[in-house]
């Protein structure tokens, strides 16, 4: 007999290897040396917590965000496929659980039936909504595609490069990026115990779906005449949805494992037949997301009397140019580090706590490790949410039809550091290098007389702040590289009304 | 009562006790050797890094040229060719098989109008020529300011070059290595390796404001040459370019004064700050050709401290008169 190889199980999994491929390549992409442009962060647009969540901060759906419609529209009528078929968090989790499952026996039905600790997920979004209304967008911490958008620019990307390089001219590094990869280990490992972990217990974007597919029309249908109750349709259940009983079609990510394995062939995907079992709705207790929402509202009081980047502007968050203003930068970004890969030199970092808790993993500027390059705009073209406006060269620089070059910080020397200031020696490597035309960086020449008495005449360097820029470059080029004797601070951005220092400019 | 614990260790034969002896006695030598290779004074083992010099890239210098060509026109490839044709021609400098390097000066990510990069038609039709002298291959480096990617794809030139039959080489961490250049001021410092892969190396500057050094040439071109933290090199600028001239002698050096940069330079970015000069100067003599190209700039060699420097070292020659100059409309 001819074995069918067209089953759903086998359509889903070439969407599945089709996708996790795409999103690879998509995040390789993400470079200037990838393809002389920039690529559309197209996952982080299609996964619908970011769409719902940065709606709720900002009541706004930021322009590809739009393609998570399809995902929202497709769920109601097909239910939660999304997490099988094309969420490379989904995928990759799958993939690692399968290898774990073959390395050990496992009791597969111990394993894929459902527990009460599935439940955790919708707690999880639930609290990281009501953050949302209230302001702070958290949902880069757990949304599934900003995880592994970040975790692959931080730690997958960099550490291939580390074992086989040709992806970097420069091994890139990324502040507190040890925290960033463990994370990412720790959510494939915990694989090892239970299938599945992230997606049937973290994750929020598969609770929002699982929301959303309440009551779909076409679901995993179980025959109640047909079926000998054998279970071994839990065999390779991905989602842990008890298709043996009641299935829980909130948690069934239609992996469409339990159709080939059943012996009946009791089980198909479609409308409902006359001997189909009843369904089991979403195992939410009432109460328990009431007390969510409301922890989340307590917090909410507690989070705004603190001193963040917001509330008064931080020296050292240094934002990307294009960035909105603080308080809406941390309406819209979801952390998802795509600004992070594409930088050509590395300047842009994951915040620890500078910019506050809520502005864990947001982009800021390490001018020690790069600096903002003149004539790039790529950060402010893959950002998803908006949190980077699109920007072009014109407008970055103030060339017409733009009027003012858009300012990121302002540099000041330390001149007890400055070895012109300091130590009588000619150095000016940041006249050198400023970008800007007149350079913002201008010089002196001086005569001094040194200790032994004989007179030395060097070039001392001043700033003009109502040309700087803040791009870094002398801040990075400085020789005094420990601690740079010129360096740029926020003060004077472009995007703050507030956080100004020149009266008239 | 007896203990519940009451499993009771096999009896052991002689076999037995003889190879576990031996064994441990094994284990024991080996502790002593291991200890006794590697004992050590020196609390880290250190390798010993192979130290490279450069090699002379210049070929037999010939009388019966001109020492320096200066062609004007338009096009910039009928310019490198007749420039270097009066000079005898790249036959002179590249014989069939030779590995040829280019050093452009592509520092920055800027346009090839804004004259910071040397002119990407310039490269394109020394590239030719090299090939038609038959090189086995025609590379173009440079350890640029700005990102690599972006300076190189902006200037124009990884265009020009693969269109020409050349090939870009980036210059990754790991394509550094130490190499002594037995300055006054510069001695040891990462060099890209390419310099030790070649037989040939070109050296295509282009004419630049700067101002600390006053002006940006061939000499000072060859700081991209360098890795590592060369923002010290500043601090005796006109001691570092003499050194860096003494150390790397390429075999030719072709300046592009196509478009010159005249003031806020060397990173320019105003079109205002460019002036067109359309010329090509080809030559050995690196001070020569300097002292020539300081007109585009308003200066004399006396002004420039490093063209004297390195005119005292040997280098070239700075005294224009004494020279045999041939100038040419192309």
Known sequence: MKKNILTLRNIRRVYAVFFLVLFIILVGLTSFKGLKGYEVPLFLELDPLVAVASFLTSWTIYKGLALSLIIIIATLFFGRFFCSWVCPMGIINQAVSSFFNKMRPVDAFKMNSYRPVYRLKYYILAALLVLSIFGPLQIGLFGPIAFITRSFAVSVFPAFNYWHGGLYLKQPLFHGGMLLSLLFIAALFANRFLNRFWCRIICPSGALLGLLSFKPFLRIRRDVEKCTDCQKCLQHCHGGCDPHTALRVSECHLCMNCIEDCPEGAVHYGLRDIASSVHAPVDVNRRRLIETAVAGAVIFPMMRSVITSKTSPRYNVIRPPGSTSEGDFLRRCIKCGECMKVCPTNVIQPALFEAGFEGLWTPILLNKIGYCEYNCVLCSRVCPTGAILPLTIEKKLGKPPAQKPLKIGIAFYDRGRCLPWAMNTDCIVCEEVCPTSPKAIWFQTVEMQLRDGTTKIFKRPYIDPNLCIGCGICENKCPVHDQPAIRVTSIGETRSLTNQMILKS | ?330
């Open chain 2, 1 to 330: 009562m007896p203990s519940k614990h009451n499993k009771k260790e096999p009896e052991l034969n002689r076999r037995q006790f003889l190879l576990g002896t031996a064994a441990t006695c094994g284990l024991a030598a080996a502790a002593g050797v291991w200890g006794y290779i590697f004992y050590s004074k020196e609390p880290v083992r250190r390798q010993d890094t192979k130290i490279y010099t450069f090699k002379d890239y210049r070929t037999d210098d010939v009388k019966t040229y001109p020492q320096l060509a200066v062609a004007r026109g338009k096009d910039a490839g009928k310019m490198v060719r007749a420039a270097i044709d009066r000079i005898g021609g790249m036959g002179r400098f590249i014989k069939p098989g030779d590995r040829v390097l280019l050093k452009p000066n592509v520092a920055w990510d800027r346009q090839p109008e804004q004259a910071a990069n040397t002119n990407p038609l310039v490269v394109g039709a020394v590239v030719k020529l090299c090939l038609e002298a038959k090189a086995a291959f025609v590379w173009v480096t440079d350890v640029p300011v700005n990102d690599p990617y972006r300076s190189f794809a902006r200037s124009g030139i990884e265009e020009a070059v693969k269109k020409a039959g050349g090939a870009i080489k980036f210059t990754a961490e790991n394509n550094f290595v130490t190499t002594d250049l037995k300055g006054e001021a510069l001695k040891i410092w990462p060099v890209s390796m390419f310099y030790h892969q070649v037989d040939k190396v070109i050296n295509m500057p282009l004419v630049k404001h700067h101002s600390l050094s006053k002006c940006t040439m061939a000499m000072k071109n060859l700081y991209g040459v360098l890795g590592g933290q060369r923002n010290r090199l500043h601090q005796e600028i006109n001691t570092s370019i003499a050194d860096l001239a003494a150390a790397i002698r390429p075999t030719l050096t072709v300046m592009d004064a196509t478009r010159v940069l005249k003031r806020n330079g060397p990173t320019g970015g105003n079109l205002a700050d460019v002036s067109a000069e359309n010329t090509v100067i080809a030559g050995v003599d690196q001070v020569a050709i300097e002292t020539y190209s300081l007109r585009f700039l308003d200066l004399k060699a006396e002004e420039v401290p490093y063209i004297l420097m390195a005119e005292k070292r040997g280098i070239g020659i700075s005294d224009l008169k004494s020279l045999n100059i041939a100038e040419m409309d192309v």
